[in-house]
């Protein structure tokens, strides 16, 4: 069965620290990896995606198949970056030609001044 | 930009009524989802569809129904509402494609007392 898995709930950095917010999965297939944010009474929106490669607001996430992981990673850490962040995984349905994406718990990162 | 209309931001029902959460979205995308949030269990998939009256059960269908009878609009059905299904409520869309985003809606909040 298709997982992902955020191991920490919370996460509290001070601004201008690094910040790591980890991800791992469980699929058989080749994967599709998706950073999703949430901030404060807004909607949720796509951060990154795996097969883009792009670093988006000082983020960037690495793709480690061997040890299944997509760990999101920033070297310095912004008070505007505290938010709820998801790691998703999009698998293929085939009976109906459609994907469908699997969202871990989620972290919660803040900020400290 | 795609925007992804969710009809209410709050509602509040008594257990055993039907509900209805209309979803619309105005970029002509094929897939549309409808997940519940909660705190702890983040983005739990409900329902999804990928083309105008095709659904395919999510993670969590029991209790739900979905109506799509138009490429437009996703409808997700309480058929007799629960205390249990009080929760965040988020639509979203993407075009048919493996790398495709999704886009999600600002949410409904449901409460049903």
């Known amino acids: 069965a298709q997982r992902v898995t955020q191991p920490e709930k919370l996460l509290s950095v001070f601004k201008g620290a690094p910040v790591e917010l980890k991800c791992n999965y469980s699929y058989s297939g080749s994967p599709e990896l998706f950073w999703y944010v949430q901030y404060s009474r807004q909607r949720l929106q796509l951060l990154l995606r795996?097969?883009s490669r792009e670093s988006i607001k000082g983020f960037t996430a690495d793709l480690n198949k061997g040890e299944t992981s997509f760990h999101l990673k920033k070297p310095f850490a912004q008070e505007e970056d505290s938010a709820m962040y998801y790691c998703?995984?999009?698998?293929?349905?085939?009976?109906?030609?459609?994907?469908?994406?699997?969202f871990g718990k989620g972290t919660k990162l803040t900020v400290n001044p | 930009d795609v925007k992804v209309t969710q009809s209410s931001r709050y509602l509040v029902k008594r257990t055993g009524e039907k509900v209805f959460l209309e979803c619309v979205q105005d970029?002509?995308?094929?897939?549309m989802f409808w997940y519940r949030q909660d705190p702890g269990l983040g983005l739990r998939l409900i329902y999804f569809?990928?083309?105008?009256?095709?659904?395919e059960k999510g993670d969590i269908p029991e209790g739900y129904s979905v109506s799509r009878e138009k490429k437009e609009r996703f409808s997700l059905i309480l058929e007799s509402a629960s205390t249990n299904q009080t929760s965040m409520y988020l639509c979203?869309?993407?075009?048919?494609?493996?790398?495709?985003?999704?886009?999600f809606g600002n949410g409904t909040r449901l409460t049903v007392t």
């Open positions: 970029m002509d995308h094929e897939n």
């Open positions: 569809s990928y083309d105008v009256k095709m659904k």
């Open positions: 998703a995984l999009k698998t293929r349905i085939t009976q109906g030609g459609s994907e469908k994406l699997v």
């Open positions: 795996h097969i």
């Open positions: 979203a869309s993407s075009l048919l494609g493996f790398y495709s985003p999704l886009h």
